[in-house]
T-cell receptor, first 112, second 119 residues
Framework: SQQGEEDPQALSIQEGENATMNCSYK?????LQWYRQNSGRGLVHLIL?????REKHSGRLRVTLDTSKKSSSLLITASRAADTASYFC????????????FGTGTQLKVEL | GAVVSQHPSWVICKSGTSVKIECRSL??????MFWYRQFPKQSLMLMAT?????????EQGVEKDKFLINHASLTLSTLTVTSAHPEDSSFYIC???????????????FGPGTRLTVT
């Protein structure tokens, strides 16, 4: 079953703007991860945030996690056309055997 | 970083035939491999988890007799789609898990995917 729901489903912005994507989940987690997928390609791991962490940065990426609301957000600052891709959150559920359950994804399009 | 390969990257087959997809961890030993399928513009759905030398564990709703998984070694897992039908057309992605880190988390690496089209 789908653990994560992401919104928006699609997002179109201009280059240089910030892009924010949200992920909500249903059960308790060990960690939450964000992945990127270019059209028709495999997944690239972006960032992992543990359940006891609230915020994490990696380059132009900022991830927040609110376990009380069971939600996370991914912020991409100063977006570039090359950031155009689908972004998925994935949860490592507590007691889930370290299996990842993916969200529905956000399709980001960054226009020049 | 660790590399996971899949072969073939795309395949077209006729309805009723079987197709085998290979997943290899190239520079590490994978104790566990995962198989996902992804429909266009949708998320990845976990199909099964396989551990080397043991039977795969299938997710609810996935037919184990249709999607045969073999994890023959620590670097190779195969997914065979038997008696394929057009509705099996999808993007199949494997993932290989390396050893446990000090944090307790496992590193998991994804292959580039295999696009299957059944005509």
């Amino acid at each position: 079953s789908q653990q994560g729901e992401e919104d928006p489903q699609a997002l179109s912005i201009q280059e240089g703007e910030n892009a924010t994507m949200n992920c909500s989940y249903k059960t308790s987690i060990n960690n939450l991860q964000w992945y990127r997928q270019n059209s028709g390609r495999g997944l690239v791991h972006l960032i992992l945030i543990r359940s006891n962490e609230r915020e994490k940065h990696s380059g132009r990426l900022r991830v927040t996690l609110d376990t009380s609301k069971k939600s996370s957000s991914l912020l991409i600052t100063a977006s570039r056309a090359a950031d155009t891709a689908s972004y998925f959150c994935a949860t490592d559920r507590t007691g889930g055997g370290n299996k990842l359950t993916f969200g529905t994804g956000t399709q980001l399009k960054v226009e020049l | 970083g660790a590399v996971v390969s899949q072969h073939p990257s795309w395949v077209i087959c006729k309805s009723g035939t079987s197709v085998k997809i290979e997943c290899r961890s190239l520079d590490f030993q994978a104790t566990t491999m995962f198989w996902y399928r992804q429909f266009p513009k949708q998320s990845l759905m976990l199909m099964a988890t396989s551990n080397e030398g043991s039977k795969a564990t299938y997710e609810q709703g996935v037919e184990k007799d249709k999607f045969l998984i073999n994890h023959a070694s620590l670097t190779l897992s195969t997914l065979t789609v038997t008696s394929a039908h057009p509705e099996d057309s999808s993007f199949y992605i494997c993932s290989a898990r390396a050893g446990q880190l000090a944090s307790g988390r496992y590193e998991q690496y994804f292959g580039p995917g295999t696009r299957l089209t059944v005509t």
